[in-house]
């Protein structure tokens, strides 16, 4: 199958399963992944970093004007990299996790996201996932899809995951964390979440990951 050009918009609140999905979708069909919520960690992480106040939407376009966010993959998915510096791993911690809702909230900021992101697709075949991209990045993609899940069901599969890295973690608190984080992103004025009109919604509550892959895998086809 020649899938150079495919585009393929994953959307769905935190935790829904779709950087897991997006993933696998993109390396077994050979496309580019962009996680596009890495982006907008990384430059949370630059403005925590640099102490900008996150709620200046100018200091923040200036800081991301001048801040290049790259993707490499590796085997385990793929590696960030932040002016060329490796930001993997801290761009998951709490501290941006807790923040980085504000900074996508910038209409300004968004802007500028959503140009790099269409320019990454411009060429490419790509599997892209956040929250906007079905509606505003990629508003012609070949296919849209919108993972959900319930917040019991993503608080858990967070919890595990967090466990099995041997991290601390609290399931009340997580749950509350995912809610809070769905109100946000769905309440936010500049291009919150919402599913497309032509996307396809699929509950992933009581889906395995093979079994959600295989059904876009059939969608594709
Ligand atoms: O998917 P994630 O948890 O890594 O996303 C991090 C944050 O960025 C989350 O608060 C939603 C926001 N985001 C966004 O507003 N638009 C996107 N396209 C991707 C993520």
Same mark, same amino acid.
């Given at each position: 199958?020649?899938?150079?050009?495919? +585009?393929?918009?994953?959307?769905?609140?935190?935790?829904?399963?779709?950087?897991?999905?997006a993933?696998?979708?993109? $390396?077994?069909? $050979?496309?580019?992944?962009?996680?596009?919520?890495?982006?907008?960690?990384?430059?949370?992480?630059?403005? %925590?970093?640099?102490?900008?106040?996150?709620?200046d939407?100018?200091? %923040?376009?200036? %800081?991301?004007?001048?801040?290049?966010?790259?993707?490499?993959?590796?085997?385990?998915?793929?590696?960030?990299?932040?002016?060329?510096?490796?930001?993997?791993?801290?761009?998951?911690?709490?501290?941006? +996790?807790?923040?980085?809702?504000?900074?996508?909230?910038?209409?300004?900021?968004?802007?500028?996201?959503?140009?790099?992101?269409?320019a990454m697709?411009?060429?490419?075949?790509?599997?892209?996932?956040?929250?906007?991209?079905?509606?505003?990045?990629?508003?012609?993609?070949? %296919?849209?899809?919108?993972?959900?899940?319930?917040?019991?069901?993503?608080?858990?599969?967070?919890?595990?995951?967090?466990?099995?890295?041997?991290?601390?973690?609290?399931?009340?608190?997580?749950?509350?964390?995912?809610?809070?984080?769905?109100?946000?992103?769905?309440?936010?004025?500049?291009?919150?979440?919402?599913q497309?009109?032509?996307?396809?919604?699929?509950?992933?509550?009581?889906?395995s990951?093979?079994?959600v892959?295989?059904?876009?895998?059939?969608?594709?086809?």
């Amino acid at each position: 199958m020649e899938n150079k050009t495919l +585009t393929i918009a994953i959307d769905g609140p935190a935790s829904s399963g779709k950087s897991t999905v997006a993933k696998r979708i993109a $390396s077994e069909l $050979s496309l580019i992944y962009v996680d596009t919520g890495a982006m907008y960690r990384a430059i949370t992480l630059e403005a %925590l970093q640099n102490n900008i106040n996150i709620k200046d939407q100018q200091a %923040l376009l200036k %800081l991301l004007e001048a801040t290049e966010i790259t993707f490499e993959p590796n085997e385990k998915g793929q590696t960030v990299f932040s002016n060329g510096v490796d930001v993997t791993y801290e761009i998951r911690e709490n501290n941006v +996790t807790n923040t980085v809702s504000v900074v996508a909230a910038h209409p300004k900021v968004r802007q500028l996201m959503v140009e790099r992101q269409q320019a990454m697709a411009m060429n490419n075949g790509v599997v892209m996932d956040g929250r906007d991209i079905g509606t505003v990045v990629l508003p012609n993609a070949d %296919l849209k899809i919108f993972l959900v899940a319930s917040v019991k069901e993503r608080a858990e599969r967070r919890h595990k995951e967090n466990e099995e890295k041997g991290m601390f973690s609290d399931l009340e608190q997580l749950k509350k964390d995912i809610a809070e984080r769905d109100y946000k992103d769905t309440t936010r004025e500049s291009s919150p979440l919402k599913q497309a009109e032509d996307a396809i919604r699929i509950d992933t509550t009581k889906m395995s990951i093979d079994e959600v892959v295989n059904q876009i895998k059939s969608l594709i086809k």
